[in-house]
């Protein structure tokens, strides 16, 4: 009986581990949490985008039986919150500049009970003038939505080559206006945490979030509290979207009620306080002007992007500087300039989202690389593979391509959809007019932002049964980290999935990590947990060499067993290693800790540098079908192409992706947040019209494996590319079906109907 | 405004880390766990110490509303458990083997209908004759307790040296038998388990406990898990003085009865359950012959010891042969011969103890010495220090002393107590008569005999505000190890103590660990924190020293802050530090390891062998005053000089002095189980007499410090060590007193009644 190394599990389709779990109900959301002696939070909020508080008496409310606590902004810690601008109370003070801020927060023994407390707190509002749109807020005659302060809340500027003389060069410079909006993250569990204090006092959340750490940090630097008296458990988390990351208010409040009442405390939103508390993504006017010589080579570009945050800042000022920059490095022209400016406006923040800013450019760049072929002559398959950069080349910003498949992906999304025969061949019957669309992307796996530190750290143990486990702080709110670290780990010793266990991260006792963002898990940890389990491996082998009296390079590992390499009868399990590590001289068991750190730069003060160690590309092509009549769209095709690197599971990127598709198809054709005086109308799933199964086609899709040299067995990020592209595929699709171009999304029937009766009146009757 | 190393906190008074948690009534103790759908555990046990359980009906507790299992021993796993013979079953299978025998198990709703659900349990027993004594159990016609076995549960024999010459050079050779009992460990808080499923399914306990890891092996090896598959997490722990190592079933059912229900199971001991599953103490009948010569050189040494383990062996083996063997080290003398049988009996299972079987021996010992000092006319003071081995010197059984402070301690104590002045001259008035008394002892600090580790693991965390965790395995039951860890790493990294928060022990986590034991957790843990908090400091000065270009050699660290020796304003603080280590390339924050594991050997088959790093010492002197009208002992004075090496606390370890000299006074004059046939008849603290403040003088002690070369700062074990002396001290003055010899424990009223009515009656009267 010895053992032959099994097959790997690295590419294998792999259900989540976190499956069982969560289809059994086991799974514990913060929701689901319960303490002795927990109460239960809700926060009032402002009913008007922009009023100052006149008269706040809680004291109904208080003496409510069963009301444990009624906070205002006078017991909120004076610190203000904020990702780079600290400009965020935790409880309004004096002022509230959206609809939907928090005003009051209440504990009480029953959640009906802090319903009614909320309804008891009396609230005398003096409304003032709100500023509700960009434009508003660029006027030089308008307030200041925070005291002393312009409505600028950050503003990008650069220049690279010669941009004029690169419009000069040009054969055709197109400029056009695009404008995105706003997109609700729409996970399934909105934000939720249970704030308690332990036995000595110090203050512990178990919450939704993306980033253990960053919450960590927010929540001790706004509460007044020292890090280390602040503990942060991640508890499942259903979805996060980039909503979860750090710039949700719930996890402050639940904080502040537990310190004042010295009692745990659940605060769960709603859907609809989620749908007011949680940033929607951010939208922007943009106005792309670019230059191509009429074989399709891009030689210059321009971008000018408005945006908006609303009423606080939150990270929008990040989103919109991926906006200007990042399909910059997508192609080889040296000569671009851009300009944005994000505003502030007294609608509800803004801020991160799955894509982080990609899909609003990309959908820009996407529709006028296809607008202006068209108007060259050219496929613009054809421009996209063109002007792409090459694996081993430096973008204008700085960025080494250290793989790309870009134009793989082009041609496998294109060839899968028919192009070839459908582009430009719209067909359809009667009404019904079908056409294809294209589009290509790039996104980042990794980025040196925060501080000057992009790596992790996983520590894997090797317990008696030989079984491991795997500590880490970055967190998987469902796109699948702990099954890509377990992947990992049991490939590397050889081991099967069933015998890893991932621990919930936890700040008191995971290493310190950045958290599940821009793309970085499986980069910078799956890389992490290749040195950790190799550390650990070689532990192992070590051990084991001197029972044959070899050298630990002639064992190998696989099967639950170390084994000599040349005869493999010579075995020992993890087991009996791992027990043999413990029980003997110097023992104490196998727990290793490994860490990884991309050596890329921050950007300097140009914003120039290498902050990402790899880059994914993506290209989709779609056909839909547009009906005349009722101005709807309908996609009835689409396949996405995905460089990943290696697909590390290629089941969970296929979901991922086709999650991203339809996400990118509900920004584009669905959602919408409807706001009637800067108050949110449509805060629940029934009005705000995410795609259902009936929308969505049969999606189709399939990898280009480049394999990143930095990459963990050359691997990419994966959960965040294929949400680029579909805004832009579906536009030029509907362009190549019915020749109508919508700039300004969503692509809604109205919008079609107007184009399509603009496009049938004679030139000119548009003035009629 | 520069620091000045902070005054050190080792060797200072201070109060317990844990104190603030405990007073103020936060600490979670596992009986104070609640958790969504928590179920109530009951446990029904034997009323008979031997029988045959004929019929087990539990329909009509099954129907019980509000019961979701009520288990036997049919649903309980095959596997036996128990330290070394696994014999124990978790429910019993057929037949019962002591009154208190866990026979079914209920978990319910509520405590009062589990409660209620165990008295509809039916059980039919067929009483079988039982052993209640070593004798009876030794008879050649007994029955065997477990079936196919004699009744012997563990055997030692040894002899060094010539034993017979040496019992032939002696002038006097005194032989007596001293018999002991056992004593019940008594902490604040009974056994306590919550056990739960987490999502994945594993078994979870938080559980009082002195040693997570020992607890994770026996659960899953018993209950049939992987031990990946059981996560044991410390529950603040009142008190377990031994009793809560391994040896209680309460965790075991506290899982099995989750495993069936799939829900959360709370099964607290009350008093009476405690009295009835703790091990208490191994009793031992010593026979112990000594060779001196007129000088009191002690020169052979002829040990038999008749142990009793009750109905299941556990670890009274392992305190059998501590009696056996400890006390030898003490002395130069190289002939040594010991004989110890364990024997089951039909008494509940005895086990590990405070002092762990050094006890038992060292009342007989130091009652010998005193009784062959006085026949030889010699001081048993200068009969101590003649014997006692030095530093540097080698034991009989190859113990290396590495410090001894034992000569220091005898003449620390006996002269606190007035002992020149006051033995053999008794005094008193009337019938109250006083007298004093006095032993000297050795323990242990670590012991190699668990597989062959006897090391530990710390990992210090050092957080971004400067403040540090720590976590490790080992247990503080109360005994003061976290503040001992605390001290340490505040000590090494100059920090206040308030800085410094210790993580519970938690499997899934904390580095393995032996556990609490041995009194080894100073010694290893405290060496682990030192390595751990040094590789700290060591990453603190790499990353600092380029900031004024000097060498790490040259930086210090103190007051929260690291600085140039040489310039001490050219400083910064940890916090600045701790955010730079992980805000940079290659970063990630401080998060290190350090272990220790002392040279020791495990002993070899002839018991030979260094298995302890270092040895404390104690030596307690007492004054009584007997009563000998009603034979009432009454302890006035008591003065403990402890060599704990250094002490890190010294206030703790008064506290832990005093707590083990009141535990030995109990042991001695009041504390006594009763058993009725083999049935518990006073297990509750109104019958089973604890002492109570008005039985105890004003407790006095002081420390003999000789800095072991392996202890952490010198330090060795300091809270078993002065349990030992008590029992022969106060004996040895009841002697001085009233010259009546008690050697048979506890010394009641009625025993020193009949003793001196023995010696007031004529010789031979005795027959009539």
Known sequence: MHSQPQQSILGVDTPQVTARAKVTGRALYAGDYKATGMLHGKVLRSPYPHARIVRLDTSAARALPGVKAVLTGEDAPAALWGAHHKERAVLARGVVRYCGEEVAAVAAISDEIARDALDLIQVDY????AILTPEEAMDEEAFGIHPGRDNVGHRIAFERGDVEAGFASADLVHEATYTTHSQY?????P???VASLDPDGRLVLHTSTQAVNLVRMQVAMTLGLPISRVRVVQATTGGGFGGKIVEDDNQLLAGLLALHTRRPVRLV???LEDFQAACASVPEHITLKLGMRKDGTIVAKQVRIIAECGAYAGLSGDVMHVSTMRSDNMHRNPNVRAEATLYYTNNPPRGAFRGFGGTQMQFALNSHIDTMAQQLG???????KLNALSTGETSVHGWHIGSTGLRECVDQATQAIGWAEKRQHPNGQGTKRRGVGM???????GNRTIGNWDGSTVIVKINEDGRVFIISGECDMGQGAATMFSQIVAHELGLPLSDIHVVAPDTDVSPVAVGTLASRVTMSGGNAAIVAARKARDELF??????????????SIGGGAVFVTANPEQRATLAELARQHIWRHGGGGIQVSGSWDPKTVMHDDKLYGNIAPAHSYAAQAVEVEVDTETGQVTVIDSYVADDCGKALNPVAIHGQTNGATVQAMGWTLYEQLHYENGRLANGNFADYTMPTADAVPMLRGGFVETHDPNGPYGAKGASETAILPGAAAIANAVHDAVGVRITDLPITPEKVLAALRAQRAPQGAAHA
């Open 126 to 129: 003096e409304e003032l003038p």
């Open 185 to 189: 993250p729409g996970y399934m569990e």
């Open 191 to 193: 934000m939720a945490t």
């Open 269 to 271: 939103n709603n859907r």
């Open 378 to 384: 050219l496929d613009p398959v054809q421009v996209h």
């Open 439 to 445: 589009a290509a992307v790039m996104h980042v796996s």
């Open 542 to 555: 070590a051990l084991a060499a001197p029972r044959w009296d070899v050298a630990a390079e002639a064992l």
